[in-house]
C-alpha cells in the first residue's frame, strides 16, 4: 500500500471507532479476568435483567446499559430467516443474528421513541447499547394496540412467526417484520407513553414479496394507510 492508501486506512479507522467505541468492561466496573465478570452488581451498575440476548444494568442516573453476549461461532443477538408456503403465506422463524442486523435491530428501536445509542464494544466483543430507563408494564398488558401507525400488524393469511405480535414497519423505505413486542419488551416512559425497549427484526424478502402479489399489494397500501384492509377496496364502477 501507498502512503496516501495508508493514510486513509488510519483515517477510516478512526472514523470507525468514533462511530464505535472501543470500551472494556472494566471501565463499567467488571473484571474482565473473571469466568463470570457479570456475576455481581458493581459500583457503577445494578442487575435489572437477563434474557437470551443481553443483560441489562442500569446506573444511578437512570441509564441502561445493556450487554449483548455474542455466541460460539460469532452470532449475537436474534433475527428472522423465511420460508414459503402455500399461496401468499409466508413463514418466519427466529434464528441468531449478526451484528449488522443487531445494529438494524437498535435503529428500529431508536425509531420507535425509546432513546437508544450505542455505548461502545469490548475487545472481547461484547457490544453495549445504552437506553432511558422505563417503568415495567402490569404484567399480561394487552399491547396489540402498540403504535398501530408505525407497527402495523401482518394479517395471518400473509405471515405466520414462532414470536408474538408479527407486524409491519418500515427502515430507510424497506418493509420489515417485527415482532416479541410482549409487555416485558414495553415499558412506560416518565411522560408516560409506552416505548419498545426490545424485539426480533429482519427486512422481508423481496425476492419473495416479488411473487406474492396479495402480500406485496397489501404493503405497498399499508405503506400510506397503516389501517388498509387484507383486499383492496373495489369502486362500484367496476360491476
Known amino acids: 500500500m501507498t502512503g496516501g492508501e495508508w493514510a486513509a486506512l488510519g483515517q477510516a479507522i478512526r472514523g470507525f471507532r468514533a462511530t464505535l467505541p472501543l470500551v472494556r468492561l472494566e471501565d463499567f466496573g467488571f473484571s474482565a479476568e473473571v469466568e463470570d465478570p457479570f456475576e455481581a452488581n458493581t459500583v457503577q451498575l445494578r442487575r435489572i435483567g437477563a434474557g437470551v440476548e443481553a443483560l441489562a444494568f442500569v446506573d444511578a442516573r437512570q441509564s441502561v446499559y445493556k450487554f449483548f453476549l455474542f455466541r460460539e461461532g460469532g452470532d449475537v443477538g436474534a433475527t428472522f430467516a423465511f420460508s414459503r408456503g402455500e399461496g401468499d403465506l409466508l413463514t418466519a422463524t427466529a434464528v441468531p443474528g449478526s451484528y449488522h442486523m443487531l445494529f438494524e435491530k437498535l435503529r428500529l428501536i431508536h425509531e420507535f421513541g425509546m432513546p437508544t445509542e450505542i455505548a461502545g464494544i469490548t475487545p472481547e466483543g461484547i457490544l453495549i447499547a445504552k437506553q432511558t430507563f422505563g417503568r415495567a408494564l402490569p404484567e399480561q398488558a394487552n399491547v396489540s394496540g402498540l403504535d398501530p401507525?408505525?407497527?402495523?400488524?401482518?394479517?395471518?393469511?400473509?405471515?405466520?412467526a414462532d414470536r408474538d405480535h408479527p407486524r409491519l414497519a418500515f427502515l430507510d423505505g424497506v418493509p420489515w417484520l417485527v415482532a416479541d413486542t410482549h409487555d416485558r419488551n414495553v415499558v412506560i416512559d416518565e411522560r408516560g407513553d409506552w416505548r419498545v425497549i426490545d424485539l426480533v427484526a429482519a427486512p422481508l424478502p423481496a425476492e419473495w414479496l416479488g411473487q406474492m402479489q396479495l402480500f406485496h399489494d397489501w404493503i405497498e397500501r399499508a405503506r400510506h394507510d397503516p389501517r388498509a384492509e387484507v383486499l383492496a377496496p373495489v369502486d362500484d364502477a367496476d360491476f
Open 149 to 160: 401507525e408505525r407497527l402495523i400488524p401482518i394479517p395471518s393469511r400473509f405471515l405466520r
